[in-house]
Each structure stands twice: as C-alpha cells, then as structure tokens.
C-alpha cells in the first residue's frame, strides 16, 4: 500500500500524551498511518507502508525498549525495508525514523525533541522543516500543536499531488470517553477538499464538547443570563412560561435536557454547577440559538 504523505508523531511530558498527526492525497489515510497507545508511545507508519509496524513497534516499545531499538527491530524483520518510511516517538519521548532509499522524492525526516516529523513525495525539504518549525511554537495542548504542525507542512508545499484526507490520534492514561480506555482524541477526515482545515475545525469541537470548563471561564448566572437562557429555552420549545430571570429547579432541569441534546454534558451539570455556566458553553449557546 503506497501512501505518500506528510506527518508527525510527538510526545508530550507535562499531559502524559502521545500522539500522531498525518494528511495526504490518499483517502482515509488516518486508518492506517497512526498508531497511539499511552504509555507505550506513538508510531506513523507510511509510504508502501507495511501496516504491522504500528502495533509491533507499539508493543516493543510498551515492553520498554527504545524508539531507537523498535526501530531497529523492526526493520531487522522486513526484506521491504527501503521502501517504508516510519517514525517511533517512545515512553519517555525518545524518538527514531527511517526513510528507506526507495520512498519516492522528496522523501526524508527529521527529529526533534520529543517529535518526529517525516513526508515522501513533497513538494521538498521545506515540508518537514516547516511543521517542525511550527510544532514548536505552537501553543496549546499537544492536539493543537500536532495539527499546526500539519497546517504549516501544508503551506510550505504539502504532499505534491494535492490533499485529500487528514487524521490526528492522541492518547493519554484513562483520557477516552468515560475514563476507561487511552484514546482521548481520534479524528479523521477521510476524503475533502481541504481535510488539514476541516480537522482543525475537528479539533476545536472536540475541545467544546468534551474538554471540561476551565476555574476563570466561570460566570455566574445572575439574572440578565438566566433571562437570556430562559428566553432560549422558550423558544426552543424546551419549555413555557414567562422570561423572568427567575433561576429556579425548574429551569435548571430544563437546562439539563437541553445541554444534553448540545452534548455539552462535560460543560454543565446541576449537580456540579447549578448557578453557574462557562464562556464557552454560553458562546456556543448564542451562537446556535441566537
């Protein structure tokens, strides 16, 4: 399977995350490039990309070796070696690449600390360098850098023969949905005419819907909010009566329906916070219903 591509794997420290971004002119390339398993590490496995080194270089790595010794491991075991391209990023952000002689040009990669970021058949070297770059500077938690980073590989050329589909993959202990599995983050944009753009977008609603409020976007509903939210739920149909600025149990339950239509459960309970709502929950709330 050849997948042309630009990508990066990266770990982060202070989330205890590891992750993988990837775009290309290939459909639905985030269901083969990225591999991610908390603390094991994060693999990209591209060009004639031999699918089995995601899971077996994240099981070597979870059994403690290097990204470095994975690696080495697993070119050890394939006669197709020059035609692959994968990156390792470990438990500890060591990371390790390989850019088999035979991947298509421009092919090559390049390590940072604590990332990897690698690309066959790019517009050139000012690929790799720019997502490095951004990488780098970008703020935020380690989806918005890894998806940065992705955007600027774009601008300085992309993959040369156009786009097509993105995907970022993250993971971190207990940071799925429910707590009870790694995957805190997997999103993919499958077949688009601008997929690195559509998965920022991704991105952001994925941190409204299930990233929890953060202490300084609290307000208090005092009586000009609830006159706005009780106004909203009227005329959504959520319920009758008069706008009243009134913040009783009964409005509070209906709020509670209607925030779990939104899926902005992780954003606002009665039980957690029943006089009070965050910025960003409000925002998308006028934005939605005006």
């Given at each position: 399977?050849?997948?042309?591509?630009?990508?990066?794997?990266?770990?982060?420290?202070?989330?205890?995350?590891?992750?993988?971004?990837?775009?290309?002119?290939?459909?639905?390339?985030?269901?083969?490039?990225?591999?991610?398993?908390?603390?094991?590490?994060?693999?990209?496995?591209?060009?004639?990309?031999?699918?089995?080194?995601?899971?077996?270089?994240?099981?070597?790595?979870?059994?403690?070796?290097?990204?470095?010794?994975?690696?080495?491991?697993?070119?050890?075991?394939?006669?197709?070696?020059?035609?692959?391209?994968?990156?390792?990023?470990?438990?500890?952000?060591?990371?390790?690449?390989?850019?088999?002689?035979?991947?298509?040009?421009?092919?090559?990669?390049?390590?940072?600390?604590?990332?990897?970021?690698?690309?066959?058949?790019?517009?050139?070297?000012?690929?790799?360098?720019?997502?490095?770059?951004?990488?780098?500077?970008?703020?935020?938690?380690?989806?918005?850098?890894?998806?940065?980073?992705?955007?600027?590989?774009?601008?300085?050329?992309?993959?040369?023969?156009?786009?097509?589909?993105?995907?970022?993959?993250?993971?971190?202990?207990?940071?799925?949905?429910?707590?009870?599995?790694?995957?805190?983050?997997?999103?993919?944009?499958?077949?688009?005419?601008?997929?690195?753009?559509?998965?920022?977008?991704?991105?952001?609603?994925?941190?409204?819907?299930?990233?929890?409020?953060?202490?300084?976007?609290?307000?208090?509903?005092?009586?000009?909010?609830?006159?706005?939210?009780?106004?909203?739920?009227?005329?959504?149909?959520?319920?009758?009566?008069?706008?009243?600025?009134?913040?009783?149990?009964?409005?509070?339950?209906?709020?509670?329906?209607?925030?779990?239509?939104?899926?902005?459960?992780?954003?606002?309970?009665?039980?957690?916070?029943?006089?009070?709502?965050?910025?960003?929950?409000?925002?998308y709330l006028r934005q939605r219903f005006g």
């Open positions: 399977m050849k997948i042309q591509t630009f990508s990066i794997v990266a770990h982060c420290p202070d989330e205890e995350a590891w992750g993988v971004a990837v775009a290309s002119k290939f459909p639905a390339v985030g269901a083969v490039v990225p591999w991610a398993r908390a603390g094991a590490g994060a693999v990209a496995t591209q060009s004639y990309a031999k699918i089995g080194f995601g899971p077996d270089g994240l099981a070597l790595m979870g059994e403690g070796l290097s990204a470095a010794d994975a690696l080495s491991r697993l070119l050890e075991a394939d006669e197709g070696r020059e035609t692959r391209q994968v990156a390792l990023v470990d438990a500890r952000g060591g990371v390790a690449a390989h850019t088999g002689s035979e991947c298509h040009d421009w092919a090559g990669h390049l390590l940072g600390e604590g990332f990897s970021a690698q690309g066959n058949l790019l517009a050139g070297v000012a690929v790799v360098d720019a997502m490095a770059a951004g990488f780098r500077r970008a703020e935020g938690e380690l989806a918005d850098r890894l998806v940065k980073a992705l955007r600027a590989g774009e601008r300085a050329g992309g993959d040369k023969r156009g786009k097509q589909s993105a995907a970022v993959l993250v993971t971190r202990p207990n940071g799925g949905y429910g707590g009870d599995n790694d995957r805190y983050l997997d999103l993919r944009v499958d077949d688009a005419a601008e997929p690195v753009a559509d998965l920022i977008a991704l991105v952001k609603l994925h941190h409204l819907h299930f990233q929890p409020p953060r202490p300084e976007d609290r307000l208090r509903i005092d009586e000009d909010i609830a006159r706005e939210l009780q106004a909203m739920m009227i005329e959504q149909g959520y319920m009758t009566g008069e706008v009243n600025g009134d913040w009783d149990e009964v409005c509070q339950q209906v709020f509670h329906m209607l925030i779990g239509n939104e899926n902005l459960e992780m954003r606002w309970t009665p039980e957690a916070n029943r006089h009070s709502i965050d910025r960003v929950a409000l925002e």
